[in-house]
């Protein structure tokens, strides 16, 4: 099996796993959660849904990360360019007053990229 199909062959595994199982588990609840608890013990819908978009984000190019501007005060969402030694791409149009906020804009925007929100 060349990469490609093996590539193919995971997509679509994974976008039925999104659709079947993950999509059906979120809820305002459980970001609602998320927001007031974005570190620690979770509930088990939570805890699913977060192991997915981890593991989803297996590939780096693009992946969420976030960056501290501002040691203790200020936190930006960066994406990965996938490409060893170029610098990740800092969003600039928003920024966190705590790791906790940009944990939860984190989730966030990778739930509108996967169209459950």
Partial sequence: ???SKADATYDEID???LADTIKPLISAEII???KRN????HSDALERVLIYLRRHG???A???ILVCTRPHQEWRIARLSGVRGE???IDESASFAS???AEHGVLLKRLADLGCI
């Fill in 1 to 3: 099996m060349t990469t």
């Fill in 15 to 17: 976008a039925r796993i």
């Fill in 32 to 34: 609602e959660e998320h």
């Fill in 38 to 41: 974005p570190i620690g013990i």
């Fill in 58 to 60: 297996l590939r780096t």
């Fill in 62 to 64: 693009g992946k969420y």
């Fill in 87 to 89: 610098p990740p791409t």
């Fill in 99 to 101: 790791r906790e906020q």
